[in-house]
């Protein structure tokens, strides 16, 4: 079984930075594709930046050119880098990791009001 544990989530100014980390559990990471996605109150979960086992990346119209999605194997965690947060960006973010199932992390509140 899978474990994933978010971190990095907090209350920040817009405009601010944060970064979110996910670390995995057991010994398929390397060979996984790695997700974060978030839920805002009221809204469907969705996709915020993806990487497959192989680097590549894939990011929401929404946050493209303000967040960073990476990946280190040898610490089995991915990283979400999020600059000029704004506060439509307010939401809890989960990590997905996907080796034929699914298995999702329990989230990470980040909040972004001044």
């Known amino acids: 079984q899978v474990q994933l544990v978010e971190s990095g989530g907090g209350l920040v100014q817009p405009g601010g930075s944060l970064r979110l980390s996910c670390a995995a559990s057991?010994?398929?990471?390397?060979?996984?594709?790695m997700g974060w996605y978030r839920q805002a109150p009221g809204n469907q979960r969705e996709l915020v930046a993806s990487?497959?086992?192989?680097?590549?990346?894939n990011y929401a119209d929404s946050v493209k050119g303000r967040f960073t999605i990476s990946r280190d194997n040898a610490k089995n965690t991915v990283y979400l880098q999020m600059n000029n947060l704004k506060p439509e960006d307010t939401a809890v973010y989960y990590c997905?990791?996907?080796?034929?199932?699914?298995?999702w992390g329990k989230g990470t509140l980040v909040t972004v009001s001044s």
């Open positions: 057991g010994s398929i990471f390397s060979f996984s594709d």
């Open positions: 997905k990791l996907r080796y034929g199932l699914d298995f």
């Open positions: 990487i497959t086992s192989s680097g590549s990346t």
